[in-house]
């Protein structure tokens, strides 16, 4: 690496020199990678999911060990560095990058460890959920992720997490057993339920806002490895039809059932007959991972008559991927979500009214079921806020970078989601949250956990070292 000296981005907004020789010192002191642009394996290091959210950072270190992280953690302390956190670089808001910072790339620590006695994975901080689900599905096993395969699990599962699972086993993070952590003072702690306790609780669901977790030791449950699954399309027109059922569905639906009410344009893939490509469509994605599917989602069948029926038998690790072609790297990404109590009859025609007019044929829009488990935690099991929410809805506006009509793509989003705010729990979630959401929009994601939350953020990260997230500032 060239280790000549640079300015990075501080804490205080101005500009931190760091000398060449504090560089090699560092470079000397970790078994990582220190990076710096062009450099091999830089363009990878600083890739992230969301292209309308790319940064650059000054200077990447891709540690292989907590000890590593320690000693990034302590350099950026140290010179006052302004230090993000990547782990799959999937969050739409592009909290992997500080720009013109510091930036730890997880992806070296991507090793499982699954433990089938104990019903235990231990899980590295740049793991993807492909990583984890392979591994502990080879067991029969597996624990709540989300829904594309690409997603970094760390992101996902301290910010709360949710996917085809959550209704039966709760959060991702309500699944987090103990966690190997580098705290803003550069220690090493362990955090669990028996030691630091309240550490712990901020843990399951503050996001990165307390450290960097360098090991997650995850529960998991037995299911499948073969699940009933997949996606059922009509058209549009029979949206109404399509919601009602969809309706009914989730008023009925046992835990090991998870659907989710889509409104898409019908993409130009084999399994869409042609004459609908391009043509709007309304459906369900489902994942089944109990004993009678058949039953649950015979209301579902006897719709009759769908453009699309892929709902079959299928081993869980393709459901988790079977969304991946719709969210590819590189593109634009904006999205608006609320929380739900329900399904009023008036939130779904403002919501049919609003995913009718989507700009783009890569947007969608969606409503998902959760409830069920992630509805029924003690008050003190961890800081994921809204546990009263029953659905998550929203909209997702989607377009290549050269398309020029991104203000409209923006507008259609905004004006979709201000239709079903009026229906809204009044809170969101935090991983879906945008740049451009205020601290209002972070402080109705925790709820009445937010003034905790700050005050062991003062306790563990007083100087906000730790603020290139959703940040939640330390109380006074």
Same mark, same amino acid.
């Given at each position: ?276 490509? *391009?043509?709007?469509? %309304? ?5 089944? $991972? @109990?004993?009678?599917?058949? +039953? #649950?989602?015979? =209301? /579902? ?83 994921? *806020?809204?546990?009263? %929410? ?5 909209? $997702? @506006?989607?377009?290549?970078? +050269? #398309?020029?009509? =991104? /203000? ?69």
């Amino acid at each position: 690496m060239n280790t000549r000296g640079f300015d990075i981005a501080g804490l205080d907004g101005g500009r931190v020199s760091v000398t060449s020789r504090q560089l090699e010192d560092l470079d000397a002191r970790i078994e990582g990678r220190l990076l710096r642009a062009g450099d091999e394996g830089w363009d990878n290091a600083v890739l992230i999911w969301n292209a309308m959210a790319a940064k650059t950072p000054a200077l990447v270190v891709q540690p292989t060990s907590a000890r590593d992280v320690a000693t990034a953690v302590a350099f950026a302390r140290d010179h006052r560095l302004l230090l993000s956190i990547k782990g799959g670089g999937h969050n739409i808001a592009g909290t992997s990058i500080a720009e013109g910072g510091l930036t730890l790339d997880m992806s070296r620590m991507r090793d499982v460890i699954v433990d089938p006695d104990a019903g235990l994975a231990h899980v590295g901080p740049g793991c993807l959920l492909k990583d984890v689900d392979r591994a502990t599905l080879a067991h029969g096993l597996a624990t709540v992720l989300g829904f594309v395969s690409e997603t970094g699990v760390a992101g996902l599962t301290l910010g709360g997490g949710f996917g085809y699972l959550m209704r039966r086993f709760g959060w991702a993070a309500d699944n987090i057993e103990e966690v190997e952590i580098v705290t803003a003072d550069a220690g090493i702690r362990t955090a669990s339920r028996n030691e630091n306790p309240e550490l712990f609780w901020a843990l399951r669901g503050g996001g990165g806002n307390f450290g960097i977790v360098t090991r997650f030791t995850l529960r998991l449950h037995a299911v499948g490895p073969t699940i009933t699954g997949g996606l059922i399309l009509w058209s549009a027109e029979r949206a109404d039809e399509v919601f009602a059922a969809y309706h009914d569905l989730t008023e009925s639906a046992p835990r090991e059932l998870t659907a989710a009410a889509v409104v898409l344009t019908a993409p130009p893939a084999p399994f869409v007959p042609t004459e609908w490509h *391009g043509r709007l469509v %309304a459906g369900m994605l489902v994942c089944h $991972s @109990g004993r009678s599917a058949e +039953a #649950d989602l015979a =209301a /579902v069948h006897a719709r009759g008559d769908p453009i699309v029926d892929l709902i079959t038998e299928k081993p869980y690790v393709a459901q988790q991927s079977m969304l991946d072609d719709m969210e590819p790297k590189g593109l634009h990404q904006y999205w608006k979500t609320e929380f739900l109590p329900d399904l009023s009859t008036a939130y779904l025609e403002a919501f049919r009214a609003g995913a009718m007019k989507a700009t783009s044929p890569l947007s969608y829009s969606v409503i998902f079921h959760i409830g069920g488990a992630s509805n029924e935690r003690d008050e003190d099991d961890g800081a994921v *806020g809204n546990r009263d %929410a029953r659905f998550i809805s929203g909209f $997702s @506006g989607v377009w290549p970078p +050269a #398309d020029d009509r =991104a /203000v409209e793509h923006v507008a259609w989003v905004r004006d979709a989601w201000e239709r079903i705010r009026p229906f809204s729990t009044g809170g969101n979630y935090v991983n879906f949250q945008l740049p451009e959401d205020d601290a209002g929009r972070t402080v109705a994601a925790y709820g009445k956990n937010y003034e905790r939350l700050r005050r062991l953020k003062a306790e563990y990260d007083p100087d906000n070292l730790f603020r290139v997230n959703r940040n939640i500032s330390p109380a006074a």
